[in-house]
């Protein structure tokens, strides 16, 4: 199906909640910030990385956009079941207890699997976004490893942490195409008008 041009590309909206959601959920990782504020960025990663996802999921729906709606689906998919691993853990709902790395580690562990038709399909869409998802990959597995394995979260947090540098690039360079094509034409001057009709 043709994409409807008539209709926003939900396409900004869709990397900017990306870049926030990833941004927020990789900084503990990669020990830039305590592991603590993790609850405290929460809230902020459901609505980004879920709500507006979702909304940028249903746009890519109406427009026909397969690819759109797959990742924005699939990812916004991601940060709500995060949060509400989160959530439920923390009021006692779950109670993995000494098993709660493997729990999430094991979560992680599928979302790295399914991953990695995105990545392939990515790059031909476009090398950026080819490399965006190559990224967000190589974040999944990190937090994999770190959970089942015991490895330094370290090199997860800062492959999510590239991967939304990376989302931020494409969001800019959609958003400033975006405004180009909006762009008003400057009205023909009077000097102009009577220019063409004595042409």
Not at 10 to 37: C, E
Not at 160 to 189: D, F, R, T, W, Y
């Amino acid at each position: 199906m043709m994409h409807d041009k008539r209709l926003g590309d939900p396409i900004v909206m869709g990397l900017a909640a990306f870049v926030i959601a990833q941004t927020l959920l990789n900084l503990p990782n990669a020990h830039l910030v305590p592991a603590q504020v993790t609850l405290f960025f929460m809230p902020a990663i459901l609505v980004c990385g879920g709500l507006v996802y979702f909304l940028a999921c249903i746009f890519s729906y109406v427009r026909g956009d397969t690819f759109g709606l797959s990742v924005n689906g699939f990812y916004g998919a991601f940060f709500t079941s995060l949060f509400l691993f989160f959530y439920l853990e923390l009021k006692g709902v779950l109670q993995f207890g000494t098993q709660a790395n493997e729990a999430l580690g094991t979560f992680l562990l599928i979302w790295t699997i399914v991953t990695v038709p995105f990545v392939v399909a990515a790059f031909r869409v476009q090398l950026m976004f080819g490399l965006l998802f190559l990224f967000v990959f190589f974040a999944f597995l990190g937090g994999t490893l770190a959970n089942l394995a015991g490895v330094n979260s370290a090199f997860g947090g800062y492959s999510g942490l590239i991967s939304a540098a990376i989302g931020l690039i494409l969001m800019a360079e959609a958003l400033l195409k975006s405004v180009q094509v909006h762009v008003p034409q400057p009205s023909p001057s009077v000097a102009d008008l009577t220019a063409r009709s004595e042409a």
